[in-house]
């Protein structure tokens, strides 16, 4: 488990061993032995699949490459997760990424597991034809711990809707005559995928902080007035004016979630930064999104890099170094790039006063100590990053009804589904002194010891 996240499990189960309301049934030495149950099932995952796809290069050559499933706690329902294509990815991440996925579904009553995968390529440096044979032999090589009532895989850095479409097939094929609809998720709409899918992280990162700064705080504000809570403050700071916002990441997730703020107009707030692998674009009036988005379409997902392309496209920007995005003085940070973007070396140059989590893990757990005893609001990864997840779930249920849900009636539901989380930890958040991350995961450890306990696990 990512040290932040098995400390903060850890400080979760402390305190709800603490908590006689909690599981009140269970008491003395068998209380105790149960919460050491529970550490060692959260801190270890139930399986770790490790192959070497063998794979003919169209240059004749063979190459073995690394590939792994990790299948973390299935307590809640299969094991669900996505596959990552990248060059870096090791074993100790993916096993860290699938825990995280077993707390981010018990924490919006996702009826899924975590797992997640791995391909250690740069998918840049295969052909399409590689890349297919590739996709297809992780599914030969895993066939029998995929499916869908086993494990659900999904598409991850480096990978889309086509790898799941030919894994699909590939599934498919192996298992003939078994239901192979929901044995992937991620998947184009015409092979049975969701509407709505590949937008679905970006806008429940945008409505997580809506929410979060908009209604609930617009909503609960004789309450938040009476606490004396650093959080509530820094909320009730922004209530009444425009908030400037800056987004590192402009692909999946970061396009989706400036749009949505971009788009978002009576709110009056302006989306002032984006960036990406190259730069940071900055106008203090707001940039043209729209204009932006329609740029990175046709140019292999990158920013315009110079004032030329610029001039183009009819986009006023000053062009910065990459990092700079994380340094402006704005009033929202939304982080939609890589893991430990902040850290301990660069966090007292951060000013924003909150920050919302799109990548998985983008602050350190100092810099995550340093922010929050500021003040600052930290949307957490496991509550802002989980439309995709949520939406990958309609799409199995779809799968399994083969009856298929407008664009609208996905949103609805996710958002619904989404509020749904929010209620719950917010009043929590604003009302004791931890901060949100940690009143998310102890809501998910909460909810994983309960059924552990009543699957009669905890001995
Ligand atoms: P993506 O590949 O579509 O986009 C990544 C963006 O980050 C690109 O704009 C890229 O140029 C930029 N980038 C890369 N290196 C950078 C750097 N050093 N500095 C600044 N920008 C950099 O990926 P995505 O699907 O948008 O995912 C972004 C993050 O969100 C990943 O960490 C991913 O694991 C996480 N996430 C994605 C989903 C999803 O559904 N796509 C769900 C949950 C979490």
């Not at 599914?139 to 991850?156: E, N, R, W």
């Not at 800056?246 to 788009?263: C, D």
């Amino acid at each position: 488990m990512i040290s932040q996240t098995r400390a903060i499990v850890q400080q979760s189960l402390d305190a709800l061993l603490e908590d006689q309301s909690f599981l009140p049934e269970v008491t003395g030495e068998t209380r105790k032995k149960a919460f050491t149950s529970m550490t060692s099932i959260l801190s270890t995952p139930n399986h770790i699949h490790k192959s070497f796809l063998r794979i003919l290069l169209e240059n004749g050559k063979v190459e073995r490459i690394p590939a792994f499933r990790v299948q973390h706690n299935n307590a809640l329902g299969p094991y669900k997760g996505g596959i990552r294509f990248h060059e870096m990815v090791n074993e100790e991440e993916v096993v860290n990424l699938a825990s995280l996925m077993t707390l981010k579904n018990a924490l919006h009553d996702v009826p899924f597991g975590g797992g997640k995968g791995g391909i250690i390529i740069n998918p840049r440096d295969y052909s399409e034809k590689e890349l297919n044979l590739i996709s297809r032999k992780y599914v030969q090589y895993f066939s029998d711990v995929l499916g869908p009532d086993k494990d659900i895989p999904a598409p991850d850095m480096g990978s889309g809707e086509r790898e799941m479409d030919w894994m699909m097939a590939e599934y498919k094929s192996i298992q003939p005559g078994l239901p192979y609809r929901g044995s992937f998720t991620g998947k184009s709409v015409v092979n049975g995928g969701s509407l709505g899918r590949r937008e679905a992280t970006g806008k429940g990162v945008f409505f997580t902080f809506r929410y979060l700064v908009h209604d609930f705080v617009r909503d609960q504000k004789g309450f938040l007035q009476k606490t004396d809570n650093v959080f509530a403050k820094t909320a009730l700071g922004f209530e009444n004016r425009p908030l400037t916002i800056a987004v590192q990441g402009f692909g999946n997730v970061g396009s989706v979630a400036a749009l949505e703020a971009h788009q978002s107009t009576h709110l009056q707030n302006k989306v002032v930064a984006v960036s990406d692998r190259n730069v940071t674009l900055y106008n203090a009036d707001g940039l043209d999104i729209p204009a932006l988005v329609e740029f990175t379409m046709k140019n292999k997902g990158d920013l315009p890099t110079t004032d030329e392309q610029l001039n183009d496209i009819e986009v006023t920007a000053e062009i910065q170094d990459r990092e700079e995005v994380l340094y402006l003085d704005v009033d929202v940070l939304m982080l939609a790039a890589l893991e430990d973007q902040v850290h301990k070396d660069n966090v007292e140059k951060v000013k924003a006063k909150i920050i919302v989590e799109g990548a998985n893990a983008p602050v350190t757990t100092e810099a995550d100590k340093h922010l929050s005893d500021n003040g600052v609001i930290i949307i957490p990864d496991i509550l802002a990053n989980a439309g995709g997840v949520i939406v990958s779930y309609f799409e199995w249920l779809q799968g399994r009804e083969t009856q298929y849900y407008t664009e609208e009636q996905v949103f609805n539901h996710l958002y619904e589904k989404m509020k749904s989380t929010m209620d719950t930890v917010l009043p929590l958040f604003f009302g004791d002194p931890f901060p949100l991350r940690q009143n998310c995961y102890i809501h998910s450890v909460m909810k994983l010891s309960t059924v552990l306990y009543r699957q009669g696990k905890l001995y």
